[in-house]
């Protein structure tokens, strides 16, 4: 009987024990604050028109011989030409920069019969950039004058965009704002507060625009180049709280 009351005694305790454990446990966490308030997430942008002052060129000299070496050889020569008259036409060292440099083998393909090796070809690319565009078509010009076998895309930018994206910035937060608002009117509560703002895609250099010209194709007069306009998109998005 005695040993009995003893376990009885000792499973009460252990039914307690627990029971304390279990209420000293810490509450549940409170809802995510997330749901707790009616938020927006949007996203706009802005869009200003500037007006181009630089330009990038690429320009290529191509050369073929007998053997690689040759080829490569007359390559260095003709480009060094190259070279040098960009540099007279105003350009700085540092922005003449190599891009591309390769030489391949050329073949002969003809029906039922092997390749047969006929020599090398050699070409040099240079990327240009241009700051002063009222001479980029002389200076192209002058490249092509000098040995220049192909001039590839032209594309216009901006030396420094600065201005023209924070002109953006305003017109894309300005943007969101006005659709927030938009909404905010449409579920009937008015916003109270911006709770996170971030900006997404930034300023882009505008497409490269075709420009293909060829030693062989002398120009008798200088080459016609108009920079336009370009357009510079900023992109923003929120998370806005709306009032209850």
């Known amino acids: 009987m005695k040993s009995f009351l ?9 039914v307690a024990t627990a029971a ?26 802005g869009d200003v028109m500037a007006t181009p002052d630089m330009a990038t060129i690429t320009l290529g000299v191509q050369t073929e011989a007998a053997t690689a070496a040759q080829a490569l050889a007359a390559n260095a020569e003709q480009m060094t030409r190259v070279m040098a008259a960009l540099k007279r ?21 003809e029906q039922n ?7 090398y070809e050699a070409s040099n690319q240079v990327t240009v950039i241009a700051r002063d565009l009222r001479r980029l078509g002389q200076t192209v010009d002058a490249a092509v004058g000098a040995g220049a076998t192909n001039v590839g895309g032209i594309s216009f930018g901006l030396i420094d965009p600065t201005a023209a994206e924070d002109a953006a910035r305003l017109v894309a937060v300005r943007a969101l704002q006005a659709k927030a608002e938009l909404y905010a009117r449409a579920v009937g509560h008015p916003i109270a507060r911006l ?10 250099p505008p497409q490269p625009v075709e420009m293909m010209m060829t030693a062989s194709k002398r120009m008798a007069a200088p080459t016609p180049v108009s920079p336009g306009e370009m357009q510079v998109r900023i992109q923003v998005s929120g998370v806005y709280e709306l009032a209850r």
Do not use: C, H, W
């Open 20 to 45: 304390q454990v279990a209420f000293a446990q810490p509450a549940p966490p409170a809802m995510d604050a997330r749901f707790q308030a009616t938020t927006l997430n949007l996203s706009a942008y």
């Open 113 to 119: 019969q092997p390749p047969r090796l006929t020599g």
């Open 6 to 14: 003893r376990a009885a005694a000792l499973a009460i305790a252990v």
């Open 195 to 204: 709770v996170n703002l971030t900006e997404g895609a930034s300023y882009s």
């Open 89 to 109: 036409a105003g350009l700085a060292d540092r922005d003449i920069r190599t891009s591309q440099l390769n030489v391949n083998p050329k073949y002969l393909y």
